[in-house]
């Protein structure tokens, strides 16, 4: 198991942010994965990466400043400082952010508090936010267990099954992890390549949930795999694309919970008219909802269109992660909030106020929300009016 680690932890520097000698590097994480930071610390060493930063954070401080102070004691308390992120991607760090959930860790603070605090935060790392949008820096999130998150999803705290998980999902055990994923990023891109090159003028989504949504797609849109310079996320099943924020009509049904800030968002749907979500509900944590649409005007709207087949390897282990990176990748997906320069013709040339002309949307947050199911279909309707069927049964119709 301690080898298996050390693998991850070595692919993660020089498979996924692609790292080498003399690279600088800023680690992000609970201090209940503190192990396995010291062990990415040490493989980065060896590859002569000295110059590393951490942000170790603790849970359980942190948790118990919501439930005895109010937002400014809280938002000025220098534990919740993440201005941090801005120094680092001004000084060229490569960001790596490794997500431990902790689901229903927070479910005794008031989701209210914690919708604004968050927002707080996000506002802060702008600086970083712009970088990111710019594709200036190098960034990875990746997965690490923790007891609570095993305990949650699989009934037990053996955190070593949920580690199997992992090391399976992301090719540690198979071989040379690195060569292993340059052959899947090549199918998603080859995937990219033929929406692209489709000239599509918007997508129809239908399901049995309830799904029924026409999604323009902006002129110059570019489908992406998650292997842009590097990595983004582990592990990544993925293709996807910024819509035209003002052309989105229909209703979309969840098909799994959402998990944020540690509190479950479960059984939602969104109605949208024109590009904005004009009605929504949810089963339980519609305020959570409430809380992040009231981030901005942007977090009403769409930034990201994301195809993933139904059967891919994270969904066929019929386990509910409970962590976005997983989930995400097991399924269908959108995304309210911020868009992706990246994800249309030039877009990293141009400035923010030029991206919102050409359609994409802006935004402090970025939600990713699970639609995909079994019998989901997907059109595109192409420029020259012409139906292609590009996802039929939840899958990839090969080409």
Known sequence: MEELKRKYARFLIEGCLRLKEGDKLFIIGYCLIQD???????????????????????????????????????????????????????????????????????????????????????????????????????????????????????????????????????????????????????KLKQRAEYLNQLEIDHLIYHNSLGTDVTIGLPMGYLFQSADEGNIVNMP???????????????????????????????????????????????????????????????ACYLGEVALVDYNSPISLTNVLFKNTLYDENASCHLAIGQAFAECIRGGLDLSKEELMKKGLNMSHEHVDFFIGTADLEVKAVLKNGLEVVIMKDGNFVEV
């Open 36 to 186: 396995f930071i010291d062990l990415v610390i040490s493989e980065a060493n060896k590859m002569g990466i000295t110059d590393i930063k951490t942000l170790v954070n603790d849970p359980f401080k942190q948790k118990e400043l919501y439930l005895t102070k109010n937002y400014e004691e809280i938002i000025s308390n220098p534990m919740m400082d993440r201005t941090m992120y801005n120094q680092m991607a001004e000084e060229g760090y490569a960001f790596l952010s490794l997500s431990s959930p902790l689901p229903g860790f927070y479910e005794d603070v008031d989701p209210l508090l914690l919708s604004k605090v968050s927002q707080h935060q996000m506002k802060s790392i702008s600086v970083y936010k712009d970088y990111q949008l710019k594709g200036l820096i190098k960034w990875n999130i990746s997965a690490v267990p923790n007891k609570i998150w095993a305990k949650d999803i699989l009934g037990s705290d053996d955190v070593d099954q949920l580690w199997n998980y992992i090391f399976d999902i992301c090719l540690i055990k198979e071989g040379d992890p690195v060569a292993l994923w340059d052959k899947k990023m090549n």
């Open 236 to 298: 990544t099943e993925e293709v996807f694309t910024s819509p035209d924020r003002l052309r989105i009509n229909g209703r979309v049904y969840s098909s799994k919970p959402l998990l944020y800030n540690g509190n479950l968002i479960e059984d939602f749907w969104f109605q949208f008219k024109e590009g904005k979500i004009i009605n929504y509900d949810a089963l339980k944590g519609k305020e959570i909802l409430k809380g992040i649409m009231d981030t901005d005007e942007g």
